[in-house]
Nanobody, 115 residues
């Protein structure tokens, strides 16, 4: 079993940057794929970005070119660097880790972008 916890949310002005961190603990084996999702008020949860154990990344079109997902295997942490933030990025951001039939979700962290 693994656990994930998100850090780094907050309030930022439009055009600014934030870096979120997803810390993985427990029975990590270096084989998990990590995903960032977000849920804005009144909207469905949407996938934002993902990174495989081998470092292959994918991004939703709406964040491509602005967000970067990174993995630090030493610290068992996956980061989401968010630049050029806009009001549409306001949401609760959650980290998800998956390996085969197993997955773990964090509690989420609020990101609010003021215009």
């Amino acid at each position: 079993q693994v656990q994930v916890a998100e850090f780094g949310g907050g309030l930022v002005q439009a055009g600014g940057s934030l870096r979120l961190a997803c810390v993985t603990s427990g029975d990590t084996n270096g084989l998990w794929t990590h995903y960032w999702y977000r849920k804005a008020p009144g909207k469905q949860r949407e996938w934002v970005a993902s990174i495989t154990a081998g470092g292959i990344t994918n991004y939703a079109d709406v964040v491509k070119g602005r967000f970067t997902i990174l993995r630090d295997n030493v610290e068992n942490t996956v980061y989401l660097q968010m630049n050029s933030l806009n009001a549409g990025d306001t949401a609760v951001y959650s980290c998800n880790a998956k390996w085969g039939p197993y997955e773990a979700w964090g509690q989420g962290t609020q990101v609010t972008v003021s215009s």
